[in-house]
């Protein structure tokens, strides 16, 4: 979709912010009946340019104290697919993204534990026996900000 508008990189803005704002808010914000930003909401995810919602949980909160970004090398044996890897690792339940990336590791997992404790055990019982997995590189998250993205 390349026929955006100023209201509709505002309203994008807006909604990346709070997602959970109403229409009626929204309007009121942009100086715009409720109906038309229903309607510029409803194209915008027909399009695919909104492609959810999501809950943004806390994770301390939740008693996940600890998350660790790991940079995984895959081994170079024969046999061992990027899906056979990923479906694994995509199925324990503490690794809550994999990404296939560019440079020194072939993935970045999004790893979330209790303690440092608890993240070396799910380390060498869960992630260091997954297909294909040669070197890895722990990066322990201090503190985070959130930023809206470049709308």
Same mark, same amino acid.
């Given at each position: =979709? ?13 909604? !990346?912010?709070?997602?959970?704002? /109403? ?5 009121? @914000? ?8 229903? &309607? ?6 027909? !399009?695919?340019? @909104? %492609? ?9 909160? *939740?008693?996940?104290? +600890? ?5 995984? %090398? ?6 061992? /697919? ?9 199925? @324990?339940?503490?690794?809550?993204? +994999?990404?296939?990336?560019?440079? =020194?590791?072939?993935?970045?997992? #999004? +790893? ?8 070396? &055990?799910?380390?060498? &019982?869960?992630? =260091? ?6 070197? +890895?590189?722990?990066?322990?998250? *201090? !503190?985070?900000?959130? #930023?809206?993205?470049?709308?």
């Amino acid at each position: =979709m390349s026929n955006f508008d100023v209201i509709d990189m505002r309203l994008l803005r807006l909604l !990346s912010e709070n997602a959970d704002q /109403s229409a009626a808010a929204l309007a009121q @914000i942009l100086g715009m009946s409720q109906p038309a930003i229903w &309607r510029r909401v409803r194209r915008l995810e027909d !399009s695919g340019v @909104i %492609k959810g919602h999501r809950l943004v949980l806390d994770r301390a909160n *939740l008693g996940f104290g +600890v998350t660790v970004f790991l940079g995984v %090398k895959l081994s170079g044996k024969k046999g061992v /697919s990027l899906a056979d890897f990923e479906g694994a690792a995509s199925g @324990i339940p503490e690794v809550q993204m +994999v990404e296939h990336v560019l440079g =020194m590791y072939d993935y970045r997992l #999004r +790893v979330v534990a209790r303690d440092i404790a608890d993240f070396e &055990r799910i380390l060498r &019982r869960r992630i =260091m026996r997954l297909p294909g997995v040669g070197d +890895v590189e722990a990066n322990v998250l *201090l !503190s985070e900000e959130r #930023r809206p993205g470049p709308i």
